[in-house]
Nanobody, 127 residues
Framework: QVQLVESGGGLVQAGDSLRLSCVAS????????MGWFRQAPGKEREFVAT????????SYGDSVKGRFTISRDNAKDTGYLQMNSLKPEDTAVYYC????????????????????WGQGTQVTVSS
């Protein structure tokens, strides 16, 4: 079992930046791929970004590409989502998620592949 706890959300203005953190506990985080998803009120959950356990591979959703950066520090069992140039449409609850990988290079854009989820952190961007 892996427990994930997100933090770093808040209320910001358009154009501002935020960095979300996701702290893992329970198992060796370094053997898990990690992803960030978000869900706005009345909308379906949306893929944001993913990273493999070695940080050699990443992928981003089209709406955040070029503005958001996913990273991780396995020594600290922590993943990050740096969000720059925030827009009102980025307003959502952001969730981090993880799944175990036996192959180092694997990541996934698909929510159903993730076994573990955090409780979410609210990000609100005002115009």
């Amino acid at each position: 079992q892996v427990q994930l706890v997100e933090s770093g959300g808040g209320l910001v203005q358009a154009g501002d930046s935020l960095r979300l953190s996701c702290v893992a506990s329970g198992r060796t985080f370094s053997r898990y791929a990690m992803g960030w998803f978000r869900q706005a009120p009345g909308k379906e959950r949306e893929f944001v970004a993913t990273i493999n356990w070695s940080s050699s591979g990443t992928s981003y959703g089209d709406s955040v590409k070029g503005r958001f950066t996913i990273s991780r520090d396995n020594a600290k069992d922590t993943g990050y989502l740096q969000m720059n140039s925030l827009k009102p449409e980025d307003t959502a609850v952001y969730y981090c998620a993880a799944f175990p990988t036996s192959v180092g290079g694997r990541w996934s854009r698909l929510a159903h592949e993730y076994n573990y989820w955090g409780q979410g952190t609210q990000v609100t961007v005002s115009s």
